[in-house]
């Protein structure tokens, strides 16, 4: 079992990061490139939600499932933890908080992953795409900000 733990900084209001972060079309636009999906809902992550989508990477892969359960959801905390598994991974626990600050907020994703002999990649991979999903956010805030927030 590894953990991955990352923190983001935003320059926009807590509950605008938080609507995009738990928004199934923002999901599809911020993972465009890495990871596709066949199945994925519309709207907002609900509680108590449970899925099952294609993913393939990078489009070129062959799709495979990866089912997710929503074990944990807080709207008014701006928190929520799911259960997920499939394409490789015996269990990937993903928590994902937004919290104001001073300045804006900042979003934090704990990802706790056992993979096996192959955790150590998973949690690279880890590392490496909820990083990726930062600057994608920030156009997406920028966008519906009508340029009041910088990428």
């Given at each position: 079992?590894?953990?991955?733990?990352?923190?983001?900084?935003?320059?926009?209001?807590?509950?605008?990061?938080?609507?995009?972060?738990?928004?199934?079309?923002?999901?599809?636009?911020?993972?465009?490139?890495?990871?596709?999906?066949?199945?994925?809902?519309?709207?907002r992550?609900?509680?108590?939600?449970?899925?099952?989508?294609?993913?393939?990477?990078?489009?070129?892969l062959?799709?495979?499932?990866?089912?997710?359960?929503?074990?944990?959801?807080?709207?008014?905390?701006?928190?929520?933890?799911?259960?997920?598994?499939?394409?490789?991974?015996?269990?990937?626990?993903?928590?994902?908080?937004?919290?104001?600050?001073?300045?804006?907020?900042?979003?934090?994703?704990?990802?706790?992953?056992?993979?096996?002999?192959?955790?150590?990649?998973?949690?690279?991979?880890?590392?490496?795409?909820?990083?990726?999903?930062?600057?994608?956010?920030?156009?997406?805030?920028?966008?519906?900000h009508?340029?009041?927030?910088?990428?």
């Open positions: 079992m590894r953990t991955v733990l990352l923190t983001h900084r935003y320059d926009a209001p807590a509950r605008d990061v938080w609507d995009i972060a738990i928004d199934y079309d923002c999901l599809s636009e911020v993972m465009q490139g890495l990871v596709t999906f066949d199945g994925l809902p519309k709207g992550v609900m509680p108590g939600q449970s899925l099952t989508v294609m993913v393939s990477l990078f489009g070129l062959p799709a495979q499932p990866y089912h997710m359960d929503v074990v944990a959801f807080d709207d008014a905390a701006m928190r929520l933890t799911s259960s997920e598994r499939g394409a490789g991974v015996k269990s990937w626990r993903h928590t994902l908080e937004v919290q104001a600050t001073e300045t804006g907020c900042t979003l934090t994703d704990r990802i706790e992953i056992d993979a096996g002999w192959m955790t150590w990649a998973f949690a690279r991979w880890a590392r490496f795409l909820y990083r990726r999903r930062h600057g994608p956010r920030l156009r997406i805030l920028a966008r519906r009508k340029g009041t927030v910088q990428p």
